[in-house]
């Protein structure tokens, strides 16, 4: 608590980390590449330092605040700095800029502007280094990286997986997986947060939008999309809309218009998760089975959960996630529907997904039925919107449309999936007798709704105290594990996201410049859930339909996974 | 890459030991290990990353911060040309350029025959007698390019006349 006097105002502050947190509440924005509030500060850019009174300067990420301090923010000798800082870090960047895919979101690009740096003083001493390409969700362009380590600190600090750091020095300093191995050879997860802090394009996705536009353009192709609920409240961020608002509508309508023959929502798919998953759980509970029950939705959670504590894989849901558990029921639907179809076109099944582990998953053992993969591409948040800037749409003027039949209705419970605690829910609302309201809102003020990492809770089930643990980042849940494997704490379930706050902020989603805030995009989705007319999964007429039709006799074929161990 | 032997990763695993309740070992580990093997290779790396949970990628970060630490083997004779300032300003980058093209290797790379690897030195606290070069910790002062065949030779011939080491 005190007081500071910056640029001659009186500034007070009371529990802000360090001296940026004050001068950013104080109304200035003060720029920086290396500083997020969620990561350990690094105070590698430099681009946020300031002067004391007497003229010394210090950068102000890493300086505490304290009472009587005067400093200054903008001397014209703070400006040249910050303006020299961007020519040097301007003069190991390629400065492809009309080419590169950040252009218009690059936050190196932005202050450049900012800052009117209108040349480059010093020779450009860039070295050619190769793009890898290796991974299926990830794509490392090292000749765009300005090393302020942000990947790396998201990677080890809010990840727990150390996939990157930076090794080398000076001149030669490159972030890389260890050994130079490429990201596909790595520990990688696959969740893309690393993308998400990056402030170029020095980490991007893996894009399939070339691929998926030859399919939407070949005559002998039947295209069908799945849409994820995270990306309905996103996918206005880069198309100029309210952030937050939910826009599947307009989205059904353009994936239609760009040549998609069917658009179906995976909150369909969502519902069949909470089906099986919440007969599993109770099979478990029933028959003393291995329990805590973790939740398998999130491929990123499921191959950290493989790599690091592979005793308890047995702990793992057997059910597919809801994409995967949708791509085979899709695949099958054709399967058996060929002949009643218009023609008999080759069926294309592509999901859009907030994700870019959901790239990697497709091409895991239990995305694939009867020797066929189910899901041929998976496109982001990011590249659909891509597609949509490409193509010329207006999507603020587009009408939208419905999602549709057979799989075009969901419930509520399956669409606040997208947010943490959402799986959670809807397997509560699943197994809980009452639908009234009231039992809606004692399941909501369970204490699974809220952004803590690590949310703990029971619920009360039948006479049994079910103990309940909801988890986001996958460093939360790598603390929870290592509870859970000392025996220090009980749970009967453990649900897991690996993204911080769940998918709506997955690693395709929208980042940079135009991104939306966490908080939007979960209050998108909880009034998403309030409008429909089913919350609960069992509920939604179109499940009860499949599960007395085509599932039949299938369930454990199509919907869960089809192996036990990986190693 | 060749796999350890079981000695070698009991050996290793040992050094780890030494520093179990020190906060941050990882420097003293491989130093240790930089010592006692003479390089930490990738196989190395990975069962110090096994033993204290320490991740892959931020051991090789480290070893290939450090000049100190090597990922391949030294050669029998290691020559450091100082690039320091002092040394640089009375023409060291002629002398380490010269033994570059005798050997027939760039700085951090080792002889074919195992016989020297060149390193380019920051400061090592030896201006008043710049350029400096050193072999194996023997200091050679105010060294020119013309006094660089000589050098090698010296070991060349120490070599052929039984390898007594410097």
């Known amino acids: 608590m005190g007081f500071m006097t910056i640029d001659g105002r009186r500034v007070e502050f009371t529990d802000e980390p360090n001296i940026l947190a004050v001068i950013r509440k104080a109304g200035i924005d003060i720029p920086t590449l290396c500083y997020h509030s969620k990561l350990s500060v690094y105070g590698a850019c430099r681009l946020c330092t300031c002067e004391y009174d007497n003229g010394r300067t210090f950068s102000s990420c ?131 947060q690393c993308r998400v802090v990056c402030p170029t394009s020095a980490i991007s996705i893996h894009s399939a939008v070339s691929l998926v536009m030859k399919e939407l353009a070949d005559p002998d192709t039947y295209v069908v999309a799945q849409v994820a609920p995270a990306v309905r409240v996103a996918i206005g961020d880069m198309l100029g809309l309210n952030h937050g608002d939910n826009n599947m509508g307009k989205l059904v309508a353009v994936l239609h218009r760009l040549g998609f023959d069917e658009v179906y929502d995976t909150t369909y798919g ?292 089809n192996f036990s161990h990986k190693r | 890459m060749a796999a350890l032997s079981e000695a070698a990763v009991r050996q290793i695993e040992e050094i780890c030991d030494r520093y179990q309740d020190t906060a941050t070992p990882l420097i003293m580990i491989l130093s240790d290990i930089q010592n006692e093997f003479g390089y930490v290779p990738p196989e190395v790396q990975e069962v110090v990353s096994r033993k204290t949970g320490i991740s892959p990628a931020k051991i090789y970060g480290v070893v290939t911060f450090y000049s100190f630490f090597s990922l391949e083997p030294n050669g029998k004779y290691v020559i450091g040309c100082c690039l320091g300032t002092a040394c640089y300003v009375k023409g060291a980058q002629k002398v380490i350029d010269r033994f570059s093209q005798l050997l027939g290797i760039e700085p951090g790379q080792t002889t074919p025959d195992g016989m020297f690897t060149l390193d380019a030195l920051r400061c090592i606290g030896a201006c008043g007698i710049a350029p400096a070069v050193s072999v194996n910790g023997k200091v050679y002062p105010k060294i020119t390019e013309a006094d660089v065949p000589g050098i090698i030779e010296e070991y060349r011939t120490r070599e052929a006349e039984g390898g007594a080491t410097a």
Request: proline share 4%.
């Open chain 1, 62 to 192: 890493s300086e505490k605040p304290a009472d009587g301090l005067v400093i200054y923010t903008n001397t014209p000798r703070l400006i040249n700095y910050r303006r020299t800082i961007l020519e040097l870090m301007l003069a190991s960047h390629d400065r492809d800029c009309t080419t590169c895919l950040r252009s218009g979101e690059c936050e190196l690009q932005n202050l450049a502007r900012r800052l009117s740096v209108k040349e480059v003083r010093f020779e450009n001493y860039r070295r050619h280094l190769p793009v890898d390409s290796s991974s299926p969700s990830i794509v490392r362009d090292p000749n765009k990286c300005i090393l302020c380590g942000d990947c790396v600190r998201m990677c080890e600090n809010v990840q727990k997986v150390s996939a990157i750091d930076i090794a080398n020095r000076g001149m030669k300093a490159i972030v890389t997986p260890a050994f130079g191995k490429n990201l596909g050879e790595s520990d990688c997860v696959n969740c893309g």
């Open chain 1, 270 to 561: 969502a519902d069949l998760t909470v089906m099986e998953e919440a007969a599993e759980f109770l099979e478990r509970i029933r028959s003393h089975g291995t329990l805590p029950l973790f939740t398998s939705c999130c491929p990123a959670w499921v191959k950290f959960c493989e790599d690091r504590y592979p005793e308890l894989f047995d702990n793992l849901s057997t059910c597919r996630s809801p994409q995967a558990m949708f791509g085979a029921v899709i695949r099958q639907y054709y399967r058996e529907h060929r002949d009643q179809m218009k023609c008999k076109r080759r069926l294309v099944s592509v999901s859009i997904m907030p994700c870019t582990a959901k790239k990697a998953e497709i091409l895991r053992p239990e995305s694939h039925t009867f020797g066929e993969q189910d899901i041929d591409y998976v496109l982001t948040t990011t590249e659909i919107s891509a597609m949509i800037e490409r193509t010329g749409y207006r999507f603020d003027q587009i009408e939208p449309e419905a999602p549709d039949v057979p799989f075009g209705v969901g419930s509520g419970g399956g669409v606040i999936f997208g947010v943490t605690g959402g799986v959670t829910e809807a397997v509560l609302r699943r197994i809980t007798a009452g639908r009234s309201r009231q039992d809606m809102e004692a399941i909501k003020s369970s204490g699974v709704r809220g952004r803590d990492g690590i949310k703990e809770f029971t619920v009360n089930y039948e006479g049994h105290e079910l103990r309940i643990a909801v988890v986001s980042g996958l460093a939360n849940a790598d603390t929870v594990m290592q509870r859970v494997r000392s025996g220090e704490v009980h749970y009967d379930l453990i649900e897991v996201m690996a993204c911080p706050s769940g998918c709506i902020n997955g690693g395709g989603q929208p980042v940079g410049t135009v991104k939306s805030s966490t908080d939007q995009r979960i209050a998108g989705l909880y009034k998403a859930d309030v409008n429909y007319q089913i919350q609960r999964s069992n509920d939604n007429p179109l499940v009860i339909a499949l599960y007395d039709g085509m599932l039949k006799g299938r369930e454990h074929t199509l919907l869960h996974r």
